[in-house]
C-alpha cells in the first residue's frame, strides 16, 4: 500500500513561481511512475506531468512544457513540480498519483494511488 500527500498549493500572482512536493509512504517508492495531473473547477482531470522510476524518462503536457519540471528524489520518497512563470489558467487541484505502467500516462485511469490534492490560485 502506498500513502500519498502532496503539498505547496496557494495563492499566488501571474508569472511566479511555486513548487509542489508529493511525499509517499510505504513499499517500493521507487519502482512506480509517478504523474501529476490537475483539475479545474467544472473541468476533468488532465495529465500534466510523468516521471519514470529512475528520473530518466519525463513527460510534460504542451500547456505546461518549458514551464514546468517534474523531479523525484527517491531516497526521501518525494516527487517535485517546479512551476514558474504561472498563468491564470493554471488554476486547478493538483494531484498526486503513482502508477505501475510507464510512459506518457494521460488518462486517470492509468495511475493506481492518488494523493488528496492540492490547490494552486494563480490570481493577481
Known amino acids: 500500500q502506498v500513502q500519498l500527500v502532496e503539498s505547496g498549493g496557494r495563492l499566488v500572482q501571474p508569472g511566479d513561481s511555486l513548487r509542489l512536493s508529493c511525499a509517499a509512504t510505504?513499499?517500493?517508492?521507487?519502482?512506480?511512475?509517478v504523474g501529476w495531473l490537475r483539475q479545474a473547477p467544472g473541468k476533468e482531470r488532465v495529465f500534466v506531468s510523468t516521471?519514470?522510476?529512475?528520473?530518466?524518462?519525463?513527460h510534460y503536457a504542451d500547456s505546461v512544457k518549458g514551464r514546468f519540471t517534474l523531479s523525484r528524489d527517491n531516497a526521501k520518497n518525494t516527487v517535485y513540480l517546479q512551476m514558474n512563470s504561472l498563468k491564470p489558467e493554471d488554476t486547478a487541484v493538483y494531484y498526486c498519483?503513482?502508477?505501475?505502467?510507464?510512459?506518457?500516462?494521460?488518462?486517470?485511469?492509468?495511475?493506481?494511488?492518488w494523493g488528496q490534492g492540492t490547490q494552486v490560485t494563480v490570481s493577481s
Open positions: 516521471i519514470n522510476w529512475s528520473g530518466s524518462s519525463i
Open positions: 510505504g513499499r517500493s517508492f521507487s519502482t512506480y511512475t
Open positions: 498519483a503513482f502508477s505501475t505502467l510507464s510512459g506518457k500516462l494521460l488518462s486517470p485511469g492509468m495511475y493506481t494511488y
